[in-house]
T-cell receptor, first 115, second 115 residues
Framework: GAGVSQSPSNKVTEKGKDVELRCDPI?????LYWYRQSLGQGLEFLIY????????KSGLPSDRFSAERTGGSVSTLTIQRTQQEDSAVYLC?????????????FGDGTRLSIL | AQTVTQSQPEMSVQEAETVTLSCTYD???????LFWYKQPPSRQMILVIR??????QNATENRFSVNFQKAAKSFSLKISDSQLGDAAMYFC????????????FGKGMKLTVNP
């Protein structure tokens, strides 16, 4: 597709369940980013991929959060044993190479609600 | 650590008028990028304008322009001839140099455009 695609658009799950969020970046973009946006807040960086490797995982809030990227394309963000404070919009972005000169293009996000 | 502050949580403007959104940031870096992103209810973050810190000339994109004051660490966005479609959340963001790829966002400001 022409833009960054995220699925599902909305996810409601019970506390304690695991969830997987998917991001399909713009074709050819090697850099991929995950952010979290809690209600009324700005975006909080989670993790950055360059190709399949993640040079910066510093934003992952706990070991319940993990992410992978395979084939230099699709990425999956997994949250294990979800807690209510995990409720947020999770946004994915991609850029053609990463770096200062390459703007990040965002998807529509996944709204995650933990009951 | 770098921080971005948007001190006004909400603003309103009359259609066709001009409005200025403020942003300040804190950094010890000398080279970096600054961005303004727009987030309509669709949730997608849309890049409005960006500024390279090494450039003294203020960036402009059609009705959007910035006032970049590097010494004051200020980066305001001016929207001229406001349109109803400009109504959205606006986020100021900072991208440091030096290998880190993560955008640092302010908490955002809600802009209402009145007809």
């Amino acid at each position: 597709g022409a833009g960054v695609s995220q699925s599902p658009s909305n996810k409601v799950t019970e506390k304690g369940k695991d969830v997987e969020l998917r991001c399909d970046p713009i074709s050819g973009h090697t850099a991929l980013y995950w952010y979290r946006q809690s209600l009324g807040q700005g975006l909080e960086f989670l993790i950055y991929f360059q190709g399949n490797s993640a040079p910066d995982k510093s934003g992952l809030p706990s070991d319940r959060f993990s992410a992978e990227r395979t084939g230099g394309s699709v990425s999956t963000l997994t949250i294990q044993r979800t807690q209510q404070e995990d409720s947020a919009v999770y946004l994915c972005a991609s850029s053609s190479q990463g770096g200062l000169n390459q703007p990040q293009h965002f998807g529509d996000g996944t709204r995650l609600s933990i009951l | 650590a770098q921080t971005v502050t948007q001190s006004q949580p909400e603003m309103s403007v009359q259609e066709a008028e001009t409005v200025t959104l403020s942003c300040t940031y804190d950094t010890s870096e000398s080279d970096y990028y600054l961005f303004w992103y727009k987030q309509p209810p669709s949730r997608q973050m849309i890049l409005v304008i960006r500024q390279e810190a090494y450039k003294q000339q203020n960036a402009t994109e059609n009705r959007f322009s910035v006032n970049f004051q590097k010494a004051a660490k200020s980066f305001s966005l001016k929207i001229s001839d406001s349109q109803l479609g400009d109504a959205a959340m606006y986020f100021c963001a900072y991208l440091p140099q030096g290998g880190s790829e993560k955008l640092v966002f302010g908490k955002g400001m809600k802009l209402t455009v009145n007809p």
